[in-house]
């Protein structure tokens, strides 16, 4: 045992060969008839910076190459993945012995969202934190999900209670952060660093949302939002940036039209290689 032990593993961290037992594990078994091989989910300090297409993206992406492709839309209060992928009709079956059957998009990635089991999807989630954790456990522990390769998890935005819940209920293998240039990005990323180390799951690495525009005529890049930070934030992190996405109206107005899976994110090339090697 080491000198420095408070011989209490809440406190001490020290790694000696005791601490295993202390450790409590949060993590939700998926119920015997669910398969999910690789579980990767995309954060952001806060709302608006491009996760949800980021999600979309990558899903679309690996399934594009082949994978058996899911994504948990657990930014339950926020839910824009159906919308998306075209999904605004009640998507979601059951099977005999009550498990959720999740929507499928049209090119066959599996979707489960709160949008998908409200009403109306205009219909406002106002539930408390431990509710919305709870959505996310459900959806991730009753749902028939197939012999899935990789799911994509649309994390609640920030480091708050909801995201700590779903990051310690969900085997995540790794996970990807989505910034944008005006954000407070250094300390964004610090606090989902930290937050990923102290659960011991792996970063993939940043992806830099709207990072410029493309002028139209001339092909010059403008930094709309102000010049980034990223790579030194990076540096400063021990992380990659993997990709930086360019403001795009295309983008816009696929997702507002729910074609989104057929938008081409050549932009997403190195975070699927990283995802890929998980
Ligand atoms: N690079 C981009 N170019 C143009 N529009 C974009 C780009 N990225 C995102 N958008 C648009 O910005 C809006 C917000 O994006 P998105 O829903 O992915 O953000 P989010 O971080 O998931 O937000 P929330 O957590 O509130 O759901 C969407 O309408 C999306 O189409």
Redesign the pocket.
Known sequence: MSESCTHNCNTCGESCGSREEAQTSFLEPLNPSSIVKKVIGVV?GK????????TSMMAVSMSGKGYKTAILDA?IT?P?IPKAFGLSDNGVGMTPNGLMIPAVSATGIEVMSANLILDQETDPVIWRGPVIAGAVKQFWQETLWENVDYMFV?MP?GTGDVPLTVFQSLPLDGIII?TSPQELVSMIVGKAVNMAKKMNIPILGLVE??SYLSCPDCGKQIAVFGESHIDEVAENYGVKVLAR?????K??AS??AGTVEYLEAPWLKEAVDAAEAV
């Open positions: 952001s709302g608006g910076v491009g996760k949800s297409l980021v930014d926020g824009s649309d935005p989505v949302n709207m996405i360019p403001i795009d109206p983008i816009a997702v507002d």
